[in-house]
DNA sequence: CCCTGATTCGC
DNA sequence: GCGAATCAGG
């Protein structure tokens, strides 16, 4: 379907009544969002509170452009990450305690690793300065380093291992491939320090 | 992960 | 002109 002129005058009313891009799209039918937003912004009609407004000093829009760059890698995700099978993530790094019988080696479980990794946080901090909840993305190593509602607490803040929450590090930390079963000993392991709680 | 609007660019 | 893909943020 293309726009018709009811269709515009649909649109027009709807997006300065307020409505979003989606429920616009959707009332329409037969245009995605983005088709919505297309025509919305050649109309003329735009300025409506956005999420990516946050443009703060002189950095209108700039990032990597498609054939604009001769030499420009295209880091894409491409085959998402094979969820470990073996594997149990523990949510409570704190308690890496594992005073009986600890193994040998920590077996090295097979965690992808596509690129090497500066040991830094993504972005340059002043020394001390802490990575709290305002700084966590999707890019960004969410393994707590100390103990959430203490005043020291913040989180690693180094790149994750892409498709993980944690950096390469602290993957391995936390995921650690299940140990070979043994009848001998009691299949459970001891339990892990219950978290504080204030 | 879901969502939002903004922008780019091949068609 | 159109809108999918992408971006950047909530």
């Known amino acids: 379907m293309s726009w018709t002129d009811e269709r515009i005058e649909t649109l027009r009313s709807l997006w300065e009544k307020g409505l979003t891009a989606s429920q616009i799209a959707d009332k329409l039918g037969s245009v995605s969002r983005n088709a919505v937003i297309g025509k919305a912004h050649r109309l003329g009609l735009k300025a409506r509170p956005s999420p990516v407004k946050g443009d703060s000093d002189g950095t209108p829009r700039e990032t990597a452009k498609k054939a604009a760059a001769p030499a420009a890698p295209k880091p894409k995700p491409e085959a998402a990450a094979p969820e470990a099978a073996a594997s149990q993530p523990r949510p409570a790094p704190e308690a890496k305690a594992t005073p009986t019988a600890a193994p040998a080696a920590a077996p090295k ?37 100390g103990h959430p509602g203490e005043p020291d607490f913040q989180f690693c803040g180094r790149p994750v291992n892409p498709g993980f929450p944690y950096c390469t590090p602290h993957c391995a930390e936390a995921y650690q491939a299940q140990l070979p079963r043994d009848r001998n000993r009691p299949s459970r392991a001891p339990m892990p320090p219950l978290p504080r709680v204030r």
């Open 109 to 145: 479980p097979a965690i992808p690793v596509r690129t090497a990794m500066p040991a830094a946080p993504v972005k340059p901090r002043a020394p001390g300065e802490k990575v709290t909840l305002l700084d966590l993305s999707d890019k960004i190593c969410k393994w707590p380093i």
